[in-house]
């Protein structure tokens, strides 16, 4: 029994499995998580140390360094960079990609253990892996025009982030701004010293006071009781009866020598959201959670909340990445359904039948839908990358379609047998060509598994995807497509697109051509020459990146005030960046945090970050808004260095290290060279044309008042140098001596002095500290009080000291950007002898990625060759073939300079999937010259085999060109990751008629005459001699 009669006697068995596999897949789909990027396990660990006030080269060499050498020796550490500034430091520790994050994590904690006894005993560190989740996916604001900022952020955290906290998918909620209540007890210093007590004493009592404890048991009366002892504080005014001191005078309570107020806990942070000061509260999805689902989920908790938050209240959305991923889903499904019409619109064309138009279409929703069922079963989401690998895949779903039913109507067309047979008959000869052919894409996808880094892990999804799709679309050709032609089809929809005189005339004007041409293959030949110079020169013009562009519709402005700089100066500035954010007509809204991150973790008083969410499209391009509010914020505030970037870009680099663009590594021995040479580095390069944002990479902290005890001097006040440091922390920084319970929360006490006698260095100086013994005396007496200059932070990239001077790039291509830098450094003469320089940051990265990707393209032809040779053995074949299919780039080439995109790593996916496409076409032309008469003349078979062939690769190209041009052309938030791809593909899939059609056979007829005898080889695809030749050609 033949292949084509177990087909034909499963029929039904095969189409109701199709439906069942298909509503499965619908199923899984609906359940499957969403997403914006997929899911990856980045091999990267932060880890933040805080080890007090120590100076920046102390912390570096007692606390940093012995990090540094611990987690060095950890397995599979790749990469660890250092920055130490003054108390603090950040060391990130990168890994090998595909190692086990977890595993390495525990191994990091355990080195780090060995180490810690040696550091300050004040040190502490947290560790962290860096995935997706660090950053929320969900962003809102708390306002009110009547309400305090302490009543806003009780609602935050004790209403509003227990509710949100138990949706599920949600790993955590952060609150940020705001302020939190406290009783400040505001002591009068002459009063103290007039009763002989000090500050200390107002403490300890206070902490003596305020205490709850088990004291013992009971049992009486057979009953067992547990004896507390409760003198807890429950309101403001039993903390004024706390008593300091009894005596012959009677007893001295707290409110004799102080004032107890209300107050909030002093800030050095400070968020707005739309000019007002706001609470934020963020939500940071789990790894595996469902982005969209959650984003409704919380909508919904919030709108059920609304009915008992109070009505002066103001909740506003700032930020939500669902928007961006359901932006995107519908910009590919909207690719996909144009795409599918119009190459419907092709078929009914070609073939002026709706029944086989209509088999053809269904196969694409068959395939995506079976191809989601595999992604749910493998753990995928549905992601910008997995939803783009579908989009591209539909031109080449509908390929296999229209060949084998091209060829089954071409059967019935030229048979008096039974429409069924030929259809039965059609797979039988279309098997192994059509495998063939199939197995020419999909093993592209295989070296692409083993691609690393950030390349590897986003478009893993994408191959994976696509390398799926094309096998079940396989399937479906040779099972399910002939069983719908079974019982859809009929002779009569066979004769409804005979070809008629336009045919005629083509295949006759084909005929003449190839006659002249073929005893003459230079005379096509010798045309490549031109088309090759033209690619030649695209490929010198097409500028080159990493990642596509992409408009997300919301962007991260970071920036730096001048160091030292106060909160409320820093303040006053950004003010007037906010009004330059109202006036641009594209911003919706606007969220900013002043000494702290998005991401939640604290930063200097002096910097910090503004998130810009813009209005939905139809608006100007993300690009043109950023760079107009980057040019009003530097003509006004010259000072103050901003950053602007969009939060995926920033998201990305981050998690990989590698934020910015343009990186320059300047490496030497002495920081005071890095502190001369990087701002020179910053100055020279902001010369080139593109760059933007340029930062010299020297970040100085404010400046210090240091507090210089004399040892000796406080000896003779009876006092230790820890006495009077003591003394002063309490003097300016106050003391929390105790907490009292309020609701949900504990409000604490902290025991001062009033801010007008602590508010200058003077009154620093003439603070009067208590000694041991009793008596008072001046700081002054036993300190020196001195401004120290504000030290620059101290980095480190492998035990090597560095400075790294960062640029941005708008309206030019990374590639050329970064040559005109390496040009400026290498002849400008900046960097002094013994000091060295390496490129970093994202241009490293994509150099990695275009090396790696320059390999998959060598294997991918390296395995289209073999599969050639293992199809016909014959060595002239496949080298024909493949010299067809490496001509297809210099197209690709062509339309990427043409459309103004940039090579990168979308682009060169696409490029190389062109190999396979082309191929794919290639074989099946092959086949059909290889299934004609051997007894033919040559150059009359190969007039033949094009004739037969013309229609079928002109419906395909057509098909997959208009299947894939919405994507070409789509413009929405979102939609932008794909399009190279698609541009890619289109500008291969443009030449591949001529290509197949001229080229091909001339170099078959060139290495005939070379050769001297047929190119075709032995036949390893066998076929039926009643097949594709004896059926003839439409119009013949």
Sequence with gaps: MTFSQ?????RRSILFTMI??????FGAGWRMPVSLFPIVSFPR??????????????????????????????????????????????????????????????????????????????????????????????????TSDNRSLVDLKDLALYQIRPVLTAVPGVATVSVLGGEEREYHVLVDPEKLNALSLSLGE???????????????????????????????????DQIGQTILKTGRNGVIDLMDVAKIEKATVPQWTRVTADGHDAVLFQVYQQLEGNTVDISRRISQELENLASILPKDVKIANWYDQSQLILSSADSVRNAVILGVGLASI???????????????????PVVLAMVSLFLYFMGKSFNIMTLGGMAASVGLIIDDSIVILEHAIRRIRGSSQDYSENISLAVTEYLRPLAGSSASTIIIFAPLAFLSGVTGAFFSDLSLTMAIGLATSFLVALLVIPSMGHFLLSNRDAKKGEGGWLTERVHRGYGDLMRRVLPHPWMILSLLIPFLTLGWLAFN?????????????????????????????????????????????????????TGIQLGGGLSEANEGDFFVRLKPQPRRGIEEVMDEVRGKIESILPLVNIEILQLMEDLIGDLSAVPQPIEIKIFSDDIKVLESVAPKVASAIEKAPGLVDVNDGIVVAGDSLNIQVDRNKAALEGATPDDVVHGVEEFLSGTISTDILSGPKMVGVRAWVPEPIRDSRQDIENFRLTAPDGHVFPLKRVADLEISRGQPQITREDFKQMAAVTARITGRDMGSTAKDVAKILDTSGILPKGVYYKMGGLYEQQRIAFHGLIIVMVAAVALV?????????????????????????????????????????????????????????????????????????????????GKNRMRPIAMTTLAAILALLPLAISGGEGASMEKPLAIAIISGLAVQLPLILLVTPSLLALFNSIVGHGVDGPRSVSVERHSIHSTKPEGE
Excluded: C
């Design 45 to 142: 660990i932060v880890i933040s140390i805080e080890a007090g006030d120590q100076p920046a080269e102390r912390m570096a060499v007692e606390v940093t360094r012995p990090f540094e050498e611990a987690v060095r020796s950890v397995q599979g550490v790749r990469k660890v960079r250092s920055t130490t500034s003054r108390g603090s430091a950040e060391i990130s520790v990168n890994f090998e990609w595909g190692e086990d994050m977890v595993s390495a994590l525990l191994l990091t904690e355990s080195a780090l253990s060995r180490v810690r006894d040696e550091a300050p005993a004040n040190t502490r560190f947290e560790i962290r892996r860096m995935d997706p989740t660090v950053f929320p996916v969900l962003g809102y604001s708390l």
């Design 541 to 593: 013009q097409t500028g080159s990146g990493f990642m596509p562009p992409m408009d997300e519709g919301g962007f991260v402005l970071d920036y730096r005030s001048a160091p030292g700089m106060s909160l409320e100066e820093t303040d006053r500035l950004l003010r007037q960046i906010e009004e330059i954010l109202k006036s641009t007509p594209e911003v919706q809204t606007y969220s900013r945090r």
């Design 346 to 364: 092709v078929l009914l064309f070609f073939l002026r039948s709706f029944k086989v138009t209509l088999i053809a279409a269904v196969s694409v």
């Design 6 to 10: 177990r087909i034909g006697n499963h």
């Design 865 to 945: 060759f073999i599969l050639l040779l293992f199809l016909y053995e014959s060595f002239s074949v496949a080298i024909a073939l493949m010299i067809t299919t490496l001509l297809a780039v210099s197209a690709v080439f062509i339309g990427l300079s043409w459309t103004h995109t940039e090579l990168n790593i979308t682009s060169m996916m696409g490029m190389t999937m062109i190999v396979g496409i082309v191929t794919e076409v290639g074989i099946i032309f092959y086949s059909e010259f290889d299934s004609l008469p051997d007894n033919m003349p040559f150059y009359e078979r190969m007039i033949e085999t």
């Design 202 to 236: 107002v403490v300890n009592a206070l902490s003596a006071s305020n205490i709850i404890t088990a004291v013992g048991r009971l049992e009486e009366h057979n009953r067992l009781y547990l004896a507390v002892s409760n003198t807890q504080f429950e309101n403001i």
């Design 20 to 25: 069942v596999l298909a509503l499965a897949g």
